[in-house]
């Protein structure tokens, strides 16, 4: 073992739980409801799972697809699959079977582990050879093929030894969102993904005596490793909410189990602002850090927050599942507005121009990361592979800039970057500026094609709940306050809703293929 490797406590999932259960194993581990799961329990759980899994044939090195919602089960898979050496594949359960099939194809899926509630998709999803090898978690009245019912696989006797593993073995895989082309996997090992652990319990002063509440997805890279991983590895608590809907339960089981450290998105946020709280809530809540994660905050939310909360912290972050995911966040004693924080302990970022050479403090360029969060690489794309890491540098495909403190600040997207008659347009600083307009709850700057410009800016905005119209006219007047004149959208549509993934980010790419072109004023 290296000096390096002395600082990392475990080599896999399973060790972590073996070691938190021989030491103070009655520490609850998981909360459902009004179930609690010990760490001794839970690895019980995974031991008896994953006899079960191994007499199933998955072994050391197989890929192994869940498709579950948030629950126990999923915590109990993904320890007993580590046991076995075998690799978790978090899959986003709001897929269609063809995004599901694509996925259980490209992956080679020994086995498929998912919700009833699922079943639909599942069943229309999964390739002929896996129709046998599905295992379900939830209650099914009838199982035409696959296999039995989670809870009687833990009626499962027998055990299996554990496997020997090293920090640089596979641990999870996790596929992109696939804004261009099919998605692709991102293949983590135990480093990686225990090296975002390391960094976020220093950064953030994560402890034992911590309770974070998770009902976030946990198919989410952010959710998974920061919201899970991360609070088992501390050997804290967490308490699970398979359903945002009601969402009064979050706010209910938040208070009933002293929640320390809440796990959110901007649109939550945003929508916590505006809610009002009783006032027992309020006074008795024991939420020390609010995380936000996967999307951009609004400068106004974060505003809001700080007066609503006076005694909690919100903290941005950044990450992307390449990087494990978390890259930067703001450090709780020293937060900047609009910044997404310095590199975690032990991580690199640089700006650099296209050459790949460091520009200088303040120059916006591309976001460049290095450290033992990035990613092996894509499965089965290696080519995709050597162009994203590039002498141990993942190129993140976001650009920014950093201060003299060392903050990054994200300005936008590169492929979402508008060219202008050869002028740059970041759609992210007009963004900015229309959510702070009275009426905008949130809006999306797009580029599209003109003849004589090369491209040109267009917005989309959703309205407050009790705001029915904005004229166009004013919008425009109060950006020409505050923005050059070039970057003002050529015009600015009305939407119901923007078109987002599961944790909140606008998909951009749908906006554009719903553009109709003939509308847009030309430059």
Known sequence: MSSKDEEYLFFSFYEMIASHASRGGKKTALFLDKRKISYKELLGL?????????????????????????????????????????????????????????????????????????????????????????????????????????????????????????????????????????????????????????????????????????????????????????MLYVKGSIVIIQSVQPFSNIFKQTLLKRVTIFFGIPDLYSALVKTKLPWYFMYFNAIRIFVSGASALQEKTLNAMKQKFKRTTLIEGYGLSEASPAVCVNIPRKTKAKSVGPALQGYEIKIVDENLLEVPMGKIGDIITKGDNVMQGYLGKPEATAETVINGWLLTGDMGYVDEDGYLFIVDRKKDLIISKGINIYPREIEDVLDMYSGIKASAVIGVLDEQCGEIPIAYIELEEDVKEIQESEVKRYLKEHIANYKIPKHIYTINELPKNATGKVLKRVLKQEVNKEKIQRC
């Not at 991102?186 to 998770?214: C, E, P, Q, W």
């Open 46 to 230: 995974a031991d008896t799972f994953a006899a079960y899994l191994n007499n199933r044939g998955v072994g050391k090195g197989d890929n192994v697809t869940l498709f579950l919602r948030n629950s126990i089960e999923y915590v109990i898979t993904l320890i007993a699959l580590s046991k076995l050496g075998a690799v978790s594949v978090p899959t986003n359960t709001f897929l269609k079977s063809e995004e599901l099939h694509y996925i259980l194809e490209d992956c080679n899926a020994k086995m498929l582990i998912a919700s009833a509630i699922h079943e639909k998709v599942v069943r229309e999803g999964v390739p002929q050879r896996l129709q046998m090898s599905i295992v379900w978690e939830g209650e099914l009245d009838d199982i035409i093929g696959g296999d039995q019912l989670f809870s009687k696989a833990l009626e499962f006797g027998g055990d299996v030894e554990c496997r020997n593993l090293s920090l640089d073995d596979l641990s999870l895989i996790f596929y992109t969102s696939g804004t261009t082309g099919k998605p692709k996997g991102a293949m983590l090992s135990y480093r990686n993904v225990f090296s975002n652990s390391i960094a976020g319990s220093k950064t953030i002063g994560v402890h034992s005596k911590d309770r974070a509440i998770v009902f976030l997805p946990m198919f989410h890279s952010f959710t998974l490793s920061i919201g899970v991983i991360l």
